[in-house]
């Protein structure tokens, strides 16, 4: 014991209290899903990860509803660009997704295949952008991906940048707070 020892405990309490560590990880055509995961990110303290298929599904008119739907649909497995991510290092996993045609994006199914095993035993919660209708269906489509009944937390978000309102970033932030609620449950 040293007159010290206190400026050891406030890192350590610290710990404490922040126990559960996040990583979200998300794939964005328009921008909407990353508008979330980073607001989230920020009020949780989370990691990020940012899924990039090497080639870009186009954000233009009918070819962007054509072949992002088509993907989608077919269940695609788009090649990413190289991530990082030390799965190990996380006790929760949030996606972010939009909805493309009634389903999660493409670059999802590539990284939840590829990390497989690593997922494994780790706890989830799942967030989805869309025009109008579809996410109810994407989360369960997911969770099946992953191999697990339902996810712990879910949110949708209708247009939360393209079409922004004080109440869309308030939606946001009531979902943090039920995502920080959640690392005591
Ligand atoms: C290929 C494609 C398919 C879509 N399908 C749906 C759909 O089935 N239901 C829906 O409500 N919105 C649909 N949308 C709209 C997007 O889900 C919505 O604009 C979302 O906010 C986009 O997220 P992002 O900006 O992160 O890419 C679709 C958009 C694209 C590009």
């Known amino acids: 014991m040293t007159n010290f020892d206190y400026l050891e405990k406030e890192p350590s309490d610290k710990n404490v209290v922040n126990t559960m ?3 979200i990880v998300y794939y964005s055509l328009e921008g909407n899903t990353q508008y979330v995961a980073e607001k989230l990110a ?8 940012r899924l990039v298929p090497k080639k870009a599904y186009s954000d233009k008119g009918f ?16 090649e990413l660009e190289a ?3 030390d799965l190990a290092q996380f006790d929760r996993v949030i996606f972010g997704t939009p909805v493309w045609a009634a389903t999660f994006t493409p670059p999802l199914r590539t990284f939840i295949t590829e990390q497989a095993d690593k997922l494994a035993g780790k706890k989830f919660a799942a967030f989805a952008c869309q025009g109008g209708s579809g996410a109810e269906k994407t989360f369960k489509k ?5 191999g697990i009944d339902a996810f ?3 949110a949708v978000f209708n247009e939360p940048k393209a079409k922004w309102t004080v109440a869309k970033d308030t939606q946001i932030e009531e979902f943090g707070r039920e995502l920080l609620a959640g690392r005591y449950e």
């Open 21 to 23: 560590r996040d990583l």
């Open 42 to 49: 920020e009020q949780l303290g989370a990691e990020v990860l």
């Open 63 to 78: 070819a962007k509803f054509f072949w992002g739907g088509k993907s989608a649909v077919m269940g695609e497995k788009p």
């Open 83 to 85: 991530y990082s991510a």
């Open 142 to 146: 997911l969770a099946k991906l992953i």
């Open 152 to 154: 712990s937390k879910t």
